[in-house]
């Protein structure tokens, strides 16, 4: 274990000696809207590369370093085999423009860039780690048609390191340069390091900014270039441990010998998931993501219900989960004090208990489609991922090969892109459907008197969410819903929790709309018109060119206006008697309010 965190400490000091300052890492659910996850260290740090924000002022150095918590969703499919992960930590050194003197051996504050960047990436593996350079070999951006080699890099690489030509190969756009794909950002051409033929060390130069012009991005010349760079910890640590895979280093082991202990009968690939998958559900709680139907909730959903499937399918008790919940937080904790057994466990227990039984079912049902049909297609899993909510890389693996049929993970998403796009249409098109008689993810009925309660519910949740926001401001913004017959539970972006006052505010204002009896209005509406209404929506998701807008009241009375798949009430005035029954903080910047109506 000594590796797992002195590996750590060595990084940093190496850094901080050279006039980095340390910056913990950020939350895996990033400021920056134009990503769902963190997936690189440099992410917390945009502002500084496009000088919104000033480095000298926040860290009194143009320099600093991080071991940040990253998430891949691009590698779900491929955890278990050697290489992929789902969430990881990155090691970076950072710096910012202004650029100062850029010489390696001047410890100072100031921005720097190639030569330091690659002499230090350099010495640290070589002089401080004390690999061998004769198991190195180096890369270089190759140029294109649109940018050039890069001569500088090349220079660097032969002379001031000092590196024999035959051991720098040269790479394009896809191995040798990063930036955002689709999107506007600082970017550049990459010089790497590798050991044993394995990438550890990823050196970006961001000398260019990618801009949108038209449907194309453009590169034009930064006027602040900088210095990013990443290394994945999991993986220094297997070369550092000298492992083939990093299962076997310090970062994987614990956890790895303790399912060989509990669950011998997991293959490797299993019990491989079943790691991954816990740290990153572990991680992604830790951040405050709750299970949902959208976004980072549907990520997490996703990680849950694999290990509930895996769980059904080999007879794992849940004792099992909890001894590695456990074991993972103890390893991890003193380094991320954010993460939580008490909110992990609680969440993985209402998962569990909710789609048990349904899972269950669903594996049944696959089962039988499997016996009668020649062919399964990604409309098939489909249905029986929206029916019964079962992953739909549990259902590629259960359907024999021959059998399946336009069944890529593209497939599916077609497929599923296919039902929002009927469903945002209305919601109603759902109901007589299979299986739940009501279900958005949001809301869920059995039979037609739950519906009908549910239904007050959810336009009551849009009046709460009005009335958060006229008490505490805009800042509020929904996290996540999830509505039952018995009670709402609603989830809010919100640093403090509330005050007994606003609480009573808070409810008095809801009962108000209420009392009002306002009418509830449903309108079809482009998506550019929607938005320019205001009407209040997650800003990740991806809506058609239609949209269904709820509003609630008319004219001067307006209090909410929402894209929503529905259904709602007609006026409010048949919501009932509402009453908040709990408050909690269940996250950092989550706060979360229970509700009930009699
Ligand atoms: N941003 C680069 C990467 O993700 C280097 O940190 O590889």
Known sequence: MDNFYSLREQFFSFFEKRGHVPVPSSSLIPDDQSVLLTTAGMQQFKPYYTQIRDAKKDFSSQRVVSIQKCFRTTDFDEVGDDTHLTFFEMMGNFSFAPLGSDDPTSYGTEGYFKTSAIVWGYEYITKELGIDPSRIHVTIFSGDNVIPRD?????????????????????????????????????????????????????????YYARMSGEQLEFEKSETPGIDTGMGFERLLSVVEGKSTFFETSAFLPSIQQIQKDAPHLSVTQTRMLVDHMRGSIFLIGDGVLPSNKEAGYVLRRLLRKLITLAIQEGLEKELFTTLQQQIIDQYSPLYPELSLVQTQQIWDEEYDRFKESI??????????????????AHDAFYIYE??????????????????????????????KEHQEISRAGSEKKFGGHGLLLDTGELKAEDEQELAKVIRFHTATHLLQAALREVRGESIT????????????????????????ELQRVEALVQDYIQKDLPVTKEVMKKEDALTSGALHFFKEQYPDEVT??????????????????????????????????????GRGIKRIRAILT
């Not at 049902?365 to 297609?377: A, C, F, G, N």
């Not at 529905?566 to 029954?581: A, N």
């Open 549 to 586: 807008v709820y509003t609630i009241g008319q004219g001067d009375t307006v209090v909410s206006k929402e894209f929503c798949g529905g259904p709602h009430v007609e006026r409010t005035s048949e919501i009932g008697s509402f009453h908040i029954t709990k408050h909690e903080s269940v």
């Open 360 to 377: 269950t079912k669903g594996l049944k049902e696959l089962e039988k489609h499997i016996e009668k049909k020649d062919v399964i297609t």
């Open 387 to 416: 029916t019964f909510g079962v992953p739909f890389d549990v259902i590629q693996s259960v359907v024999p090969q021959e059998k399946q049929k336009e069944f890529s993970y593209k497939d599916f998403e077609k497929a599923q």
């Open 151 to 207: 001569d500088e890099a090349y220079r660097i690489w032969k002379d001031v390191v000092g590196i024999d030509p035959s051991r720098i190969r040269e790479g394009g756009r896809e191995d040798n340069f990063w930036g955002p794909t689709g999107v506007e950002g600082p970017c550049g051409p990459t010089a790497e390091i590798y050991v044993d033929g394995v990438e550890v060390w990823n050196i970006v130069f961001n000398e």
């Open 478 to 501: 929904q996290m996540g819903s999830d509505i039952t017959a018995k009670r709402l539970r609603f989830d809010f972006s919100a640093e403090e929790k509330l005050t007994q006052e």
